[in-house]
T-cell receptor, first 114, second 107 residues
Framework: ETGVTQTPRHLVMGMTNKKSLKCEQH?????MYWYKQSAKKPLELMFV???????ENNSVPSRFSPECPNSSHLFLHLHTLQPEDSALYLC?????????????FGEGSWLTVV | AQRVTQPEKLLSVFKGAPVELKCNYS??????LFWYVQYSRQRLQLLLR??SRESIKGFTADLNKGETSFHLKKPFAQEEDSAMYYC?????????FGGGTRLMVKP
């Protein structure tokens, strides 16, 4: 499959669980991102990786832990989340972080914390 | 810090009517602006970007640096244009989104 693929598409987890979201891009891009989309707030940038190195952490709580083992894969590890963390988590990628690069999004992972 | 404002959360028009989705930004440097669209049950996707100066699906957007605006326009709305539209600013290699405007085109 081409583009940006996210799994799982839907996840329900308890506040004491540990789970992970996975993102894979088949575009040959070097930059990958995690965004959070909720009903109450606009799209919020969470993390940015460029050439596997984390370049942005937008004041995200430590209960969210990103991992980027290579330029094609990005994970978001989740533990001891709160109900207010329920949202759509979007992964995205771009060629790199330079001016003029288009960001491509995955379909998102719907997370519900109970 | 950069900011993007879309003042309308919902815009409802009839088919064939003109559409203008407003976007204002604040950024002290040279901005790069985009419009993204999210159709029902589909992923967020790029609609157009100001540096391309192109028309996509009949939509155009002109960057007005004096008014710090990047409004999205279409002369005749179609039902298939109904979607969520996000204006985004790439400033200093960080893409910031506005709150989004839901466009509903009624038959």
């Amino acid at each position: 499959e081409t583009g940006v693929t996210q799994t799982p598409r839907h996840l329900v987890m308890g506040m004491t669980n540990k789970k992970s979201l996975k993102c894979e891009q088949h575009l040959g891009h070097n930059a990958m991102y995690w965004y959070k989309q909720s009903a109450k707030k606009p799209l919020e940038l969470m993390f940015v990786y460029n050439f596997k190195e984390q370049t942005e952490n937008n004041s995200v709580p430590s209960r969210f832990s990103p991992e980027c083992p290579n330029s094609s894969h990005l994970f978001l590890h989740l533990h001891t989340l709160q109900p207010e963390d329920s949202a759509l988590y979007l992964c995205a990628s771009s060629q790199d972080r330079g001016y003029g690069n288009t960001i491509y999004f995955g379909e998102g992972s719907w997370l519900t914390v109970v | 810090a950069q900011r993007v404002t879309q003042p309308e959360k919902l815009l409802s028009v009839f088919k064939g009517a003109p559409v203008e989705l407003k976007c204002n930004y604040s950024y002290s440097g040279s901005p790069e602006l985009f419009w993204y669209v999210q159709y029902s049950r589909q992923r967020l996707q790029l609609l157009l970007r100001h540096i391309s100066r192109e028309s996509i699906k009949g939509f155009t957007a002109d960057l007005n640096k004096g008014e710090t605006s990047f409004h999205l326009k279409k002369p005749f709305a179609q039902e298939e244009d109904s979607a969520m539209y996000y204006c985004a600013l790439n400033a200093g290699n960080m893409l910031t989104f506005g709150g989004g405007t839901r466009l509903m085109v009624k038959p």
